[in-house]
T-cell receptor, first 115, second 109 residues
Framework: IAGITQAPTSQILAAGRRMTLRCTQD?????MYWYRQDLGLGLRLIHY???????GKGEVPDGYSVSRANTDDFPLTLASAVPSQTSVYFC??????????????FGPGTRLTVL | GQNIDQPTEMTATEGAIVQINCTYQ??????LFWYQQQAGEAPTFLSY????GLEEKGRFSSFLSRSKGYSYLLLKELQMKDSASYLC??????????FGAGTTVTVRA
């Protein structure tokens, strides 16, 4: 059982380039999330999806877009990368959004550097 | 929105007890989580509190006081492998999980 996989593991990207971070889960979870983690700031929610076909904005959505065409995949796209988007990106999933003992499971992360 | 505060760093000796405090302000509390994050790895779930009181899971316990906006994570019988960052996270509404900046715990022999 893989849980959540993310690709790539790391990437160095020139500013202005388009980049898609991939996230796939095999737990049949309804809800999926994208976070960025920066030193001293903790994890911040970028976008989320409560179920396939729906998405919503989190705390820091500007410069990012997501789609949720099916249950398993939740890609994050940077349309035109900027250096401030240098960060570690974590994808997460949970069985159902917001109900009881329903923790989020995290993928291994993607380390992105924008030069 | 959320305002979640926890200490930046703590150091303790192997075999000892450490308590990590977390205070929060929220308009729609729907549970508090603690996660452990080893260096360079993903966060992993430790505990969940939604009602006031203490939840115990082996060497780890978590306490919640909703009226005070306060939680703590208690790590007992510390082991070297417990050296990690511990993240306090508050769920507001149905989906939004807001994280504190994390507390780095260093366990010394």
């Amino acid at each position: 059982i893989a849980g959540i996989t993310q690709a790539p593991t790391s990437q160095i990207l020139a500013a202005g380039r388009r980049m898609t971070l991939r996230c796939t889960q095999d737990m049949r979870h309804n809800a999926m999330y994208w976070y960025r983690q920066d030193l001293g700031l903790g994890l911040r929610l970028i976008h989320y999806s409560n179920t396939a076909g729906t998405t919503g904005k989190g705390e820091v959505p500007d410069g990012y877009s997501v789609s949720r065409a099916n249950t398993d995949d939740f890609p994050l796209t940077l349309a035109s990368a900027v250096p401030s988007q240098t960060s570690v990106y974590f994808c997460a999933s949970s069985a159902i959004a917001g109900v009881g003992y329903n923790e989020q499971f995290f993928g291994p992360g993607t380390r992105l550097t924008v030069l | 929105g959320q305002n979640i505060d926890q200490p930046t760093e703590m150091t303790a000796t192997e075999g000892a007890i450490v308590q990590i405090n977390c205070t929060y302000q929220t308009s729609g509390f729907n549970g508090l989580f603690w996660y452990q994050q080893q260096a360079g790895e993903a966060p992993t779930f430790l505990s969940y509190n939604v009602l006031d009181g203490l939840e115990e899971k082996g060497r780890f316990s978590s306490f919640l006081s909703r009226s005070k906006g306060y939680s703590y994570l208690l790590l007992k019988e510390l082991q070297m492998k417990d050296s990690a960052s511990y993240l306090c996270a508050v769920r507001e509404g149905d989906y939004k999980l807001s994280f504190g900046a994390g507390t780095t715990v260093t366990v010394r022999a």
